[in-house]
C-alpha cells in the first residue's frame, strides 16, 4: 500500500482561488476578514500546560478558529491561514478525525510533522499569505522588511522565497 502524499498544487491553486475571489493585490493579505468571510469565528484563550505548545486549532462543530493568546501577531496570522486551509481543503476529514486540526509549534516551517494533511494546510496558509504575484514585487528586498510588509514571520518569508 502505497503511502499517501500532499498535493502541494491543489492547496497552492485553492489559496489563489480564495485571494482572486476576494480581490487581494497587496499586503498584508487581511486574514482576519478572509476567515469570517468564509463563514468562521476567531476567538483567542490561554493554553495552559500541557496544551501551551499548540497554536490553535478549528472546532468544526461551532465553526470556529481558536488561537493561542500567548503565541507572537504573526504566529497567529499563520495558524488563521493553516485552519482555513484545513476548513476548505479537508472539511470532512476533520470532522471525523478532529486531532488534525491542532497546529503545534514548531521551530520553523521546515520541521513541521509530514502529515500529508499537515503539510497542505502549511502550502495553503504560505501561498495564500505571502503570494508569489505580490512576493514578487519584493523579493529585492531584506527578509525583515519583508516579512513586515506581508505580516508573516521571516520563518515564512524564507520558506516561501525557496518554494516559488
Not at 500500500?1 to 492547496?11: K, L
Not at 482572486?20 to 486574514?31: E, G, M, S, T
Not at 486549532?57 to 482555513?84: C, S, W
Not at 470532522?95 to 521546515?110: D, G, M, S, V
Request: glycine residues 4%; hydrophobic residues 40%.
Amino acid at each position: 500500500m502505497e503511502a499517501e502524499q500532499a498535493d502541494f498544487r491543489r492547496a497552492g491553486k485553492l489559496a489563489r482561488q480564495v485571494l482572486d475571489d476576494n480581490v487581494v493585490d497587496r499586503p498584508p493579505v487581511p486574514i482576519f476578514d478572509l476567515v469570517r468571510q468564509y463563514g468562521l469565528g476567531i476567538s483567542e484563550a490561554f493554553f495552559a500546560p500541557p496544551h501551551d505548545n499548540v497554536a490553535g486549532y478549528i472546532d468544526m462543530e461551532k465553526q470556529r478558529i481558536v488561537l493561542n493568546r500567548g503565541e507572537p501577531t504573526t504566529r497567529k496570522v499563520f495558524t488563521l491561514a493553516h485552519e482555513l486551509g484545513h476548513w476548505l481543503l479537508h472539511r470532512e476529514r476533520v470532522t471525523e478525525k478532529p486531532a488534525l486540526t491542532i497546529l503545534l509549534r514548531t521551530a520553523t516551517l521546515k520541521d513541521q510533522p509530514r502529515i500529508p494533511v499537515e503539510q497542505e494546510a502549511n502550502c495553503f496558509a504560505a501561498e495564500l499569505l505571502v503570494p508569489g504575484y505580490l512576493l514578487e514585487h519584493y523579493k529585492a528586498a531584506d527578509d525583515d522588511l519583508i516579512a513586515r510588509l506581508f505580516g508573516v514571520s521571516r520563518d515564512v518569508i524564507r520558506y516561501r522565497l525557496h518554494r516559488r
